[in-house]
């Protein structure tokens, strides 16, 4: 029973943090003027979404002072494995958990 807890509060976070990523990747866009087709987990962030490097960078920056770290500095994670809004959640909400 208690896993099932546990489970329910990774889920939780899980969820937590795509919606904080979706609306930081929404206000990036904004920023920029770019139109977005609908977010999904599949949704690949440069071929799909057309973000620049530029628009990567921004979006890593506004996500740090979201959660206030920044998963790529360490040598585990590299921004360049990263394709999809679900890759990118997927950083986060491990990083996350390993911090608690």
Same mark, same amino acid.
């Given at each position: 029973?208690?896993?099932?807890?546990?489970?329910?509060?990774?889920?939780?976070?899980?969820?937590?943090?795509?919606?904080?990523?979706?609306?930081?990747?929404? #206000?990036?866009? +904004? &920023?920029?003027?770019?139109?977005? =087709?609908?977010?999904?987990?599949?949704?690949? @962030?440069? /071929?799909?979404?057309?973000?620049?490097?530029?628009?990567?960078?921004?979006?890593? #920056?506004?996500? +740090? &002072?979201?959660?206030?770290?920044? =998963?790529?500095?360490?040598?585990?994670?590299? @921004?360049? /494995?990263?394709?999809?809004?679900?890759?990118?959640?997927?950083?986060?909400?491990?990083?996350?958990?390993?911090?608690?």
């Amino acid at each position: 029973m208690a896993g099932s807890l546990s489970d329910g509060r990774v889920n939780k976070m899980s969820s937590d943090v795509k919606v904080t990523i979706e609306n930081v990747i929404r #206000a990036v866009a +904004e &920023e920029r003027s770019l139109s977005l =087709p609908e977010l999904k987990d599949n949704t690949e @962030i440069v /071929d799909e979404l057309g973000f620049s490097s530029l628009m990567v960078a921004a979006l890593i #920056a506004n996500l +740090e &002072e979201e959660f206030g770290f920044d =998963p790529f500095q360490q040598e585990d994670v590299m @921004i360049t /494995d990263i394709r999809t809004i679900k890759d990118l959640c997927n950083v986060y909400a491990s990083c996350l958990e390993r911090s608690r």
